[in-house]
C-alpha cells in the first residue's frame, strides 16, 4: 500500500505560483508513474500531469503546458506539481496519484491522496 498526502494548496491571486508537493509513505514510489489530478466545483476530475519512474517523461494536459512543471525526488519519496501564471480556472482540488505505467485515465491509479484545495481569484 502506498499512502499519499498533498500540502501546499491555498488560496492565490492570478498571475501567482504554487507548488504543491505529495508525500508518500508505506512504500518506495519509484517503482510507479507519479500523476497530479484536479477537481473543479460541479466537474469531474480531469488528468493534470504525469511523470514517469525516473522523471525523464513527463506529460500535460494542454492547458497547463508552459505553465505547469511535474517534477519528483524518490529518495524524498515526493512528487511536486510546480503551478506557475495561475488562473482562475485553475481552481480545484488537486490531488496525486500514483499509477504502474503511463496512464492519462484516473481509472488506472491505484492509490489516491485527499487532495489539497487551490482557489486563484482574480
Known amino acids: 500500500q502506498v499512502q499519499l498526502v498533498e500540502s501546499g494548496g491555498g488560496l492565490v491571486q492570478a498571475g501567482d505560483s504554487l507548488r504543491l508537493s505529495c508525500a508518500a509513505s508505506g512504500r518506495t514510489i519509484s517503482n510507479y508513474w507519479m500523476g497530479w489530478f484536479r477537481q473543479a466545483p460541479g466537474k469531474e476530475r480531469e488528468f493534470v500531469a504525469t511523470i514517469s519512474q525516473s522523471g525523464r517523461s513527463t506529460n500535460y494536459r494542454d492547458s497547463v503546458k508552459g505553465r505547469f512543471t511535474i517534477s519528483r525526488e524518490n529518495a524524498k519519496n515526493t512528487v511536486y506539481l510546480q503551478m506557475n501564471s495561475l488562473k482562475p480556472e485553475d481552481t480545484a482540488v488537486y490531488y496525486c496519484?500514483?499509477?504502474?505505467?503511463?496512464?492519462?485515465?484516473?481509472?488506472?491509479?491505484?492509490?489516491w491522496g485527499q487532495g489539497t484545495q487551490v482557489t486563484v481569484s482574480s
Open positions: 496519484a500514483a499509477a504502474p505505467a503511463f496512464y492519462v485515465t484516473q481509472a488506472n491509479y491505484n492509490y
